[in-house]
């Protein structure tokens, strides 16, 4: 009986959830040991969430001191965690970078100030040809295609800053250097048309005025602006270097060969508006002399009457070299690894030619001054009305 009182009391004393197993313990789980995990309560003993909040806090023990294992403070362990949190989510989201910020080159808006005046200079010019029955004869017809086609440039210059900050494509690129290409031809082709028609006025005065005179008028003009439209083509239709940079001239997409042919071109027809402005200055000589012999003027007032002429053909055909030639001399020696700041420094003055066409061709005509205050103010100053042509007036 006493015997199996005390094998009892050992059967109970092992199975006591209170008393450490010391048997199959690991070597590695001794410092485990040195806290055990509270014990479970019997049933019945305590309310069932005191027994619950105990066993999670003999839980939370037993865990602490399992990570603590590794000597690292638990603030450490909180800080490493969360920070392993952060470069999960951030490596999960997508990093949107910033758009860069639009910055505007002041050439750029230079170029779309001069072809602001020059569309406005130039629209006003034809406004006053359109609506004016009378300015229907070849030289007007001519100064209007010279202020049509420099109204088209202006407009191309301001559709060039719009699409190259706010419409990047290919397309549009494209677009817009044939407009330009296409209108600053026509604008030249119309200067050397102008310098014809004055050459044939005074060359053939008794003829110039006949039905003949308006056929070949016209047919200069669809000429001009058919050559002028198949130059701006080009690039459009493929003739361009956005395939390969390399072949890129000054001015992209135009390639280096297209831009030499444009080059060569304009000397040629300066050095034909050269020889036709040496003929037409020796026949204003000839003139001047004629009618001064008639008029028995001094021989000062014919001297003063002919360098006018001499003068004013200057400034003309000195004025369309000092626009047009840097930038010609420039696209035939440069290429696209030159500094664009040399493209642009030769390109401006070549838009202050379209500038000032309209002050030589068409402001200084009498006829498009009394259209133009007839506009203004209703009326024609006296001092139009009996004004007489001179042979200065070329």
Known sequence: MWQFRERRGEARDRDSP?????????????????????????????????????EDAGVKMNEDLQVNLSGLPRDYLDAGAAENVSAAVSSQVPVV????ELVVNPWDIVLCTSGTLISCENAIVVLIIFHNPSLRAPMFLLIGSLALADLLAGI???????????????????VTIGLIVASFSASVCSLLAI?????????????????????????????LWGTSICLGLLPVMGWN???????????????????????????????????????ICKIVMRHAHQIALQHHFLATSHYVTTRKGVSTLAII??????????FTLYSLIADYTYPSIYTYATLLPATYNSIINPVIYAFRNQEIQKALCLICCGCIPSSLSQRARSPSDV
Request: proline share 7%; glycine share 6%; net charge positive.
């Open 317 to 326: 055909l000195g004025t369309f070299a000092a626009c047009w030639m840097p």
């Open 241 to 279: 270097c956005l395939r390969d940079e390399s072949t890129c001239s000054v001015v992209r997409p135009l390639t280096k060969n297209n831009a030499a042919i444009l080059s060569v071109s304009f000397l040629f027809m300066f050095a034909l508006m050269l020889q036709l402005y040496i003929q």
């Open 156 to 174: 191309g210059l301001i559709i060039n800053f719009v699409f190259a900050y706010l419409l990047q494509s290919e397309a549009t690129k494209l």
């Open 195 to 223: 310098t014809v028609d004055r050459y044939l006025s005074l060359y053939y005065a008794l003829t110039y005025h006949s039905e003949r005179t308006v056929t070949f008028t016209y047919v200069m003009l669809v000429m």
């Open 18 to 54: 209170g008393r450490p197993q010391e048997r199959n313990r690991s070597p590695g789980s001794q410092a485990v040991l040195l806290c055990p995990r509270p014990a479970r309560p019997p049933a019945g003993v305590g309310s069932g969430a005191a027994g619950r909040e105990g």
């Open 97 to 100: 970078e910033p758009e860069p």
